[in-house]
């Protein structure tokens, strides 16, 4: 038998989806593929269960509509009957059974029929089949939910399905019988899969349209239909029964008088998005009673909880109300005309056929199983938290899912909780490492500009300073030691020394001398370094090596002028003594030199000027502000890095600056 069972009954409005995974985890049939960061569904997969209807809180999966198809059928001028699920007691809390027919009637529907009738005339054909086929099983067909899930991945069990009509086309017959076959026939239920079952092409046109309670509400309200407004009217004949309890769970084994034994357990009973398809699956397997003849399975937690409802009465309350409904249904009905009524449908065909439509995908293999859990950084058992979040109660059901083109491996919070953590980590690496370049960048910058400067005012005083120096000296020499003027000329020639001093160090400040690499051992240089430097008695001197013959290839004069000036500025933050210290290391590819002393400190707002051309802290006169910029050209020009830490507070821990040169071992030569 052919069936257009491909039809979107449910899709996904993607401007609402969030992709919260809340519809993968409810679907049964894991008929949602996440792609793209997009929740979809796939119409061949889907058994219209709308369960992912029912738990979406942003609405984004809409059930297709019937709604201009009705009004057009209401419209056209035939004769349509209104079936209406027995279910509606749960839905229509608020309004009499009486109102609601009038309502219908008001809508423009001729006929407005119970298929509760059709459910006992089901629930009779059970009772008889099960009389008739002692040694079969049968797994119940009224739900279509159940049906097409069987059909579509346990298409083994096709031939175990009830061929027996379900409640709605059960009474299309019967109503078709009664007023001819011109008759329409629209079905009001709470089932989404309803729809699908309309539309196969077995039973159709046995049903025109199905609408679910949600839109005949809207229906409803678009008409100004109003219950306050509306004359009450009874349902047309034939009347139902105990087949009203078919919405409930266990309600169809009441309704056809079918006892389930749970010392037999002949019966087996279930309802719920998990519990019947577990049955399934050990009904297949050969895990259940073989005793087991009768497979009563509802998709949803009884019909009365289905996703075409509008209802937010909670569950047990909705039972309450179509349990009420039936008994007071009964204790008004006549049971004669009853009986009449399914005497005169004793022949009624009931039959259904199915047909396997096999939308199992092929299982992938343990690698590729195995591939997928570890792209999601589950290498071992332990690994697997099976924490749901996906939707997939398993991490490995999850990795099946993604093999088979279902799922994506971002669907997994944990993985992705632990990607984002790293690139958060990276990206602040990468930020790091990009404000010291541009640092790095600007400081380079600045001091190109300033030595460019430096060696033109240095370029342009250097000949003048030297005739001065010249002349002060001669003078000096010549004049005796006890003339008036001769402290005068001594200031002249000290003030004028200090000019030189400050005119070679702006052409060492600006002088881009390239660097001639040499084998030097690092111990060597440290200690040639504090032996070119007057330590004071009351300053101590401390060296490490982590490696006593380490050596480094390093123009060794213009690193012996780092060491030295560094060791200078330390003794000088020590007037009241302390302790400098001396080491060198290894990391990777690089030697650290570090020079610390436990002075003074620099203050937190001078930490950012240090290598700034002419910024310093000592005295008018005693410095220059070039020493350190020097510095921070000569380790460049090694192509290294030079770092400061500091601390100037003593009440956040003890006081000192330390200088840790980073220089390549292995120099690169221009």
Not at 76 to 100: H, N, Q, T
């Amino acid at each position: 038998m052919a069936r257009l069972s491909h039809v979107p009954l449910v899709t996904t409005v993607k401007e609402r989806c969030r992709v919260c995974y809340t519809c993968v985890r409810e679907c049964p049939a894991k008929a949602i593929r996440i792609a793209g960061w997009q929740a979809e569904v796939v119409p061949g997969r889907c058994i219209g269960c709308g369960n992912c209807v029912r738990v979406c809180s942003q609405k984004a999966k809409q059930v297709a509509s019937s709604e201009a198809a009705v009004q057009a059928l209401l419209a056209s001028g035939e004769r349509v009957a209104a079936c209406v699920a027995p279910s509606f007691p749960a839905e229509f809390v608020e309004l009499d059974a009486k109102v609601l027919v009038g309502m219908l009637r008001r809508l423009g529907f001729a006929l407005v029929n119970e298929v509760a009738f059709g459910a006992d005339l089901v629930a009779r054909r059970y009772r008889q089949l099960l009389a008739d086929n002692p040694d079969r099983c049968y797994i119940s067909t009224s739900c279509p939910a159940i049906v097409t899930f069987v059909e579509r991945y346990y298409p083994s069990l096709v031939d175990f399905l009830a061929p027996v009509a379900s409640p709605m086309v059960a009474t299309a017959r019967a109503l078709r019988q009664v007023h001819g076959p011109e008759l329409k026939t629209v079905f009001i239920g709470p089932c989404v899969a309803k729809k699908g079952e309309e539309l196969d092409t077995g039973l159709s046109p046995e049903i025109d349209e199905v609408l679910t309670f949600a839109e005949l509400r809207q229906m409803l309200a678009a008409a100004g239909i109003h219950p306050e407004e509306t004359e009450a009217s009874e349902f047309d004949p034939p009347h139902g029964g105990t087949g009203a309890l078919f919405p409930l769970s266990r309600g169809a084994l009441q309704a056809a008088s079918i006892d389930e034994n749970l010392i037999l357990g002949d019966i087996v009973a279930a309802d719920g998005r998990t519990s019947f398809v577990e049955v399934i699956k050990e009904f297949e397997s050969g895990d259940l009673d073989l005793n087991a003849r009768l497979l009563d399975l509802l998709c949803c937690n009884g019909c009365i909880m289905g996703a075409g409802m509008t209802s937010e009465v909670p569950l047990f309350r909705r039972r309450a109300v179509v349990s009420k409904y039936v008994r007071q249904h009964l204790a008004a009905s006549h049971p004669h005309d009853h009986q009449a009524w399914l005497d005169r449908f004793a022949n009624l065909d009931l039959g259904r056929t199915f047909v396997a439509d096999d939308q199992r995908l092929p299982t992938p293999s343990s690698t590729e199983i195995t591939e997928v859990l570890e792209r999601m950084g589950k290498h071992t058992p332990a690994d697997e938290l099976n924490c749901g979040a996906c939707g997939y109660d398993t991490c490995r059901e999850h990795a099946v899912a993604v093999c088979k083109g279902l799922a994506e491996s971002e669907m997994c919070l944990p993985f992705t909780i632990e990607a984002l953590r790293t690139s958060v980590g990276e990206l602040a690496l990468s930020h790091e490492e990009l404000r010291n370049t541009q640092q790095a960048l600007m400081h380079s910058e600045r001091l190109a500009s300033m030595g460019q400067l430096a060696a033109g005012i240095a370029h342009e005083v250097n000949n003048p300073l030297g005739v001065v120096l010249l002349y002060a000296h001669m003078i000096l020499e010549e004049a005796p030691k006890d003339a008036p003027g001769r402290k005068d000329l001594e200031m002249i020639v000290a003030q004028a020394d200090r000019c030189k001093k400050i005119v070679s160090g702006l052409l060492n400040f600006a002088r881009q001398n390239k660097v001639f690499l040499q084998e030097t051992l690092i111990r060597d240089l440290v200690l040639q370094g504090v032996r070119s430097v007057p330590i004071p008695d009351h300053v101590r001197v401390r060296v490490e090596h982590d490696e006593p013959e380490l050596a480094a290839e390093i123009d060794r004069d213009q690193v012996m002028q780092v060491l030295t000036n560094l060791i200078s500025n330390a003794i000088e933050a020590m007037p009241e003594g302390g302790t400098l210290t001396l080491s060198s290391r290894t990391a990777k590819e690089s030697v650290l030199l570090t020079v610390a002393d436990t002075g003074v400190g620099i203050s937190k707002e001078n930490m950012n000027k240090v290598f700034e051309p002419f910024f310093t802290t000592k005295p008018m006169g005693k410095g220059t502000g070039l020493g350190l910029p020097v510095i921070y050209g000569i380790v460049k020009m090694h192509r290294g890095d030079i770092k400061v830490e500091s601390n100037a507070d003593p009440a956040v821990g003890p006081t000192g600056t330390s200088f840790t040169v980073t220089l390549p071992r292995a120099g690169r030569r221009e």
